[in-house]
């Protein structure tokens, strides 16, 4: 029987096309710290630690850590003096992107879908953003922590590896004390949300949206998961319905 639902924020929730909105943050992000940090040095090192964080394991340092410990040393500037126009930059330059994203019409009664199934209900968002970044994008699909009692929104600053292992997944399910075969994930994305997802028994459902384009190269390679964990292809209106199909209500019947 379902108990959780890992629900992925960008293109899931909330419309944000990354080939867009990750240029335009970068370009907000070097104007708050260009008078400490050269525009070209900062992306370089920003590009270097998050590759950091998307090799950590989930053995080892949180995500934020494996971060810090490579770009504060590169760009030779402390933590200490860039973290106060971090926070600045996230309280007052951040909200302006939100321009680049637009809602997702079934994103919130999804989410109110599933609260009132009283199923856990996470935010799988891949973890190498700050806490106040994921906040604010959730605020901006119109499904607000403020409003929503999540049993987990992950965040660079607690989790141990990002999607691209197997072992975000088991974090995951560890803290919510859940089995796989408890869970599904949700998410567009199939090689970090679908494959990992899989590889550790969560079954899983693929939002796919017929305009959105895909490169030869961005196929799925459908085999990499199991037909007995494919819960499903389409939006969020043909999970809802699925699901109601799979899992009545029983204040209806």
Known sequence: MLKAVLLDLDDTL????????IPAYLHALSAAVGHLVPPGNLLIEL????????????TGPTNEEAFDAVFYPS????KATLKPIFERFYAEGFPLLSRYTQRIPAARSFVEFAFRRQWQVVIATNPVFPSTAVVQRLEWAGVPVAEFPYSLVTTYEDMHATKAHPAYYREIIS??????????MVGDDW?????????????????????????????PDTSSVPNRLMFGIGNLERLRSKLSESDPDPSLT
Request: aromatic share 8%; with cysteine; hydrophobic share 50%.
């Open 175 to 184: 803290r919510l004390s859940r089995k796989p075969e408890e869970c599904l």
């Open 191 to 219: 090689r970090r949300d679908m494959v990992p997802a899989a590889g550790v028994g969560i079954p899983v459902f693929w939002i796919f949206r017929a305009e959105k384009s895909f490169k030869t190269a961005d196929v």
């Open 75 to 78: 760009v030779g500037v402390p």
């Open 14 to 21: 909330l419309a944000n096309d990354m080939a867009t909105f």
């Open 47 to 58: 590009m270097r630690a998050t590759e950091a964080m998307d090799a950590n394991v989930g």
